[in-house]
């Protein structure tokens, strides 16, 4: 029980320092934000809502302005279920990638984030442009 009540209130503070700390959205013209939430629409990040990796990688989305689902992936939650059958393991951050027939599961909030900073990130712009 202490360590549940510790755990949320932690969590709790975390996701206050995250709200008060959040980086500023990457700008994209609208035809390129267009562009990257079609993308996005295939994708899907499972998550708890007070883990501080959820947290690293939900900051992450803001900074790289990518309007991403976020699924709950919490005890009783359907999606729990498809993290499971469908990932193979209920471990968050998760990155569900669909592509054509296949999906594609990532874990680990480090993969993630160097997935959509490859992806989405401002490296991309630059290679987009030349």
């Known amino acids: 029980m202490i360590v549940k009540a510790t755990r949320e209130g932690l969590g709790r503070l975390i996701i206050f320092i995250d709200f008060i700390t959040r980086p500023a959205k990457m700008k994209r013209s609208d035809a ?14 499972y998550q708890f809502y007070a883990c ?34 469908g990932g193979g393991q209920i471990k968050v951050p998760c990155l569900r990638i669909d592509e054509g027939e296949k999906t594609r599961w990532l874990y680990e909030s480090n993969d993630i984030i160097a997935y959509l900073e490859n992806r989405f990130g401002k490296g991309r712009e630059s290679q987009a442009s030349a």
């Open 52 to 85: 501080p990796f959820c947290v690293k990688t939900r900051r992450a989305l803001h900074r790289l302005n990518l309007t991403i689902a976020l699924r709950d992936a919490s005890k009783g939650s359907p999606y729990r279920d498809e993290l499971q059958n």
């Open 32 to 45: 390129e934000q267009q562009t990257v939430n079609e993308a996005l629409s295939l994708m899907s990040v």
